[in-house]
C-alpha cells in the first residue's frame, strides 16, 4: 500500500469492532499483513477463534485485564494498556504490519489510560504505507479532526434494552 490513512469508528451503536475486523480480513483477502490489538478484551471471544485461520496475515493480542474498567483504573489496568501502547507502537513502526488495529484504544484513552499525545505520536510517526484503525466510543474532537475517515455508529434501537444478552456468534 503506498499510502495509508487513519481511520475512527465510533459512537454509541454496535459494530465498531465488527467493522474493523471485517477490514483486517478485506485486508488478508487481499495479502496483507494485519496487526490487532485489543486494550480491554482478554478471555475467548468468537473472533478469535474465526481469525486463527488467517494467522499467517493476522496477528491478534488481548491486553485487558478480563475485567470491565468502571471508575478509576487499577494499577493491573494502567500496566496492561502501557504494555497495549507499547505492543501497538511497535507494530505500527515495525515495517511488518499493513493494517494495525488499536481496538478499544478511545476507551482507553476516556479511562486515562493512554494520553491524546501518546496516540497522536503512534499516529505522527507511522510509515507512509501503514492504515491505522481506532475503534471505541467516545472518540476526541481532536482525535476525528487528525483522522483521515472517520465512521460514527449511532444506536436507534437495540434489543440489549429488552433483556436480550450477547448471543454466541453475534454480539459475543
Not at 59 to 81: H, L
Not at 130 to 158: F, N, W, Y
Not at 160 to 169: D, L, M, S
Request: with cysteine.
Amino acid at each position: 500500500m503506498q499510502k495509508g490513512y487513519v481511520q475512527v469508528y465510533t459512537g454509541n451503536g454496535k459494530g465498531k469492532t465488527t467493522a474493523a475486523l471485517g477490514l483486517a480480513i478485506r485486508a488478508a483477502g487481499a495479502g496483507m499483513r494485519v496487526y490487532i490489538g485489543q486494550f480491554l478484551k482478554q478471555g475467548c471471544y468468537n473472533e478469535l477463534e474465526s481469525l486463527k485461520r488467517f494467522s499467517d496475515l493476522i496477528v491478534i493480542e488481548q491486553f485487558g485485564t478480563g475485567q470491565y474498567v468502571f471508575g478509576e483504573p487499577t494499577e493491573e489496568d494502567r500496566k496492561a494498556a502501557a504494555k497495549a501502547y507499547r505492543a501497538l507502537a511497535d507494530a505500527v513502526a515495525s515495517g511488518k504490519y499493513d493494517v494495525v488495529i488499536m481496538e478499544e484504544a478511545n476507551v482507553a484513552l476516556s479511562f486515562g489510560l493512554i494520553t491524546e499525545s501518546d496516540l497522536f505520536q503512534i499516529i505522527d510517526n507511522k510509515p507512509e504505507g501503514v492504515e491505522i484503525i481506532i475503534t471505541g466510543r467516545g472518540a476526541t474532537p481532536a482525535l476525528i479532526e487528525k483522522a483521515d475517515l472517520v465512521t460514527e455508529m449511532k444506536s436507534i434501537k437495540h434489543y440489549y434494552e429488552k433483556g436480550v444478552i450477547a448471543r454466541k456468534g453475534i454480539e459475543s
